[in-house]
């Protein structure tokens, strides 16, 4: 069995900046799986709309090469402070996008978005922040993942093929292939799904 070093400066860290919880795993414990991606495709708005997301971000495959050369990966989980009732979270994206939604759901799904727009703002921004704690402790090549597409910009500059906030925008999990959800439970920390009351996120930052 691999012998996982605590890292506590970085989970102690994760719990100070807001966290509800942090663990460090074995990098060959994230599971990638190609099927991930296709959600992107079929389920997602931002598909294509943003250079942090697929078709611009490495395929499952590149993804697996790369992370074969990581050690380590310090797996987050941040709690949103919004919140849906179960007839509304169960089909969260429809209320939200079709016009002929009933008002009610239409207004408790848009409620709900605000909330967890507004709440989780600060969620890529600490994990930019472990990335720095990470390489002042001597570990350059440190690389955060967020959960959830950029929001840095309100257009991202996809027809000019370059991001203006290289330092900031970092890449979705789910984009390269990163299935969250087994990821976890294979870690001992798993998140609700489907979803309960409010989401559970979680979010990746490699080590080495």
């Keep these: 069995m691999t012998q996982v070093p605590s890292f506590a400066y970085l989970c102690d860290a994760a719990r100070s900046l807001g966290a509800a919880d942090a663990t460090v ?13 296709l959600k992107c495709r079929a389920g997602c708005i931002g ?16 993804f697996r090469k790369v992370l074969s050369e990581y050690q380590y990966a310090l797996l987050v989980k941040f709690i949103s402070p919004a919140n849906a009732e179960p007839d509304v979270i169960c089909s969260i994206y429809r209320y939200w996008l079709d016009p002929d939604a009933p008002a009610a759901k239409k207004e408790a799904a848009t409620q709900f978005w605000k909330n967890h727009f507004n709440g989780t703002g600060a969620f890529a921004p600490m994990m930019l922040e472990l990335e720095r704690v990470a390489f002042n402790a001597g570990n350059p090549f440190a690389l955060a993942f967020v959960n959830g597409s950029c929001r840095l910009c309100e257009t991202c500059n996809v027809k000019g093929g370059i991001c203006i906030h290289p ?42």
Excluded at 25 to 37: H, K, M, Q
């Design 25 to 37: 795993i074995p990098a060959s414990d994230i599971v990638v799986e190609n099927r991930v991606t």
């Design 47 to 62: 598909y294509g709309k943003k250079l942090t997301c697929p078709p611009y971000v490495p395929t499952p495959d590149e």
């Design 167 to 208: 330092t900031q925008a970092r890449i979705p999990e789910h984009a390269v292939g990163v299935n969250m959800v087994k990821t976890a439970e294979k870690a001992g920390m798993p998140i609700r799904f489907p979803v309960q009351g409010h989401p559970e996120l979680m979010a990746l930052l490699l080590i080495d």
